[in-house]
């Protein structure tokens, strides 16, 4: 069975960073596109950046410049690198996988908080 496993959210001061990664564990899988999104409280669930297979990127326009997607294929892995965080990044953080034959599937959500 195919698991996302999340981890590096937290709690971090206006200004700082955090560094989130998404692991696929199991049996080696072929990755399409891999993702991240967030949903804040009271809010839809946004696209926050997202990586092709042939390493194409792209950001949604609130964090374009702030945060860089990343993804390691030999460790099944996709990261998100996040700089200069703001209040408004306060939100669950979930990871997408586009897996061959498996279709899509999301991790369990990772917490991220930004203090003033």
């Known amino acids: 069975q195919v698991q996302l496993v999340e981890s590096g959210g937290g709690l971090v001061q206006a200004g700082g960073s955090l560094r989130l990664s998404c692991a696929a564990s199991?049996?080696?899988?072929?990755?399409?596109?891999m993702g991240w999104y967030r949903q804040a409280p009271g809010k839809q669930r946004e696209l926050v950046a997202q990586i092709t297979n042939d390493g194409s990127t792209n950001y949604a326009d609130a964090v374009k410049g702030r945060f860089t997607i990343s993804r390691d294929n030999a460790k099944q892995t996709v990261y998100l690198q996040m700089n200069s965080l703001k209040p408004e990044d306060t939100a669950v953080y979930y990871c997408k996988a586009n897996i061959v034959v498996h279709g899509d599937r999301w991790g369990q959500g990772t917490q991220v908080t930004v203090s003033e």
């Open positions: 199991g049996t080696i899988f072929t990755f399409n596109a």
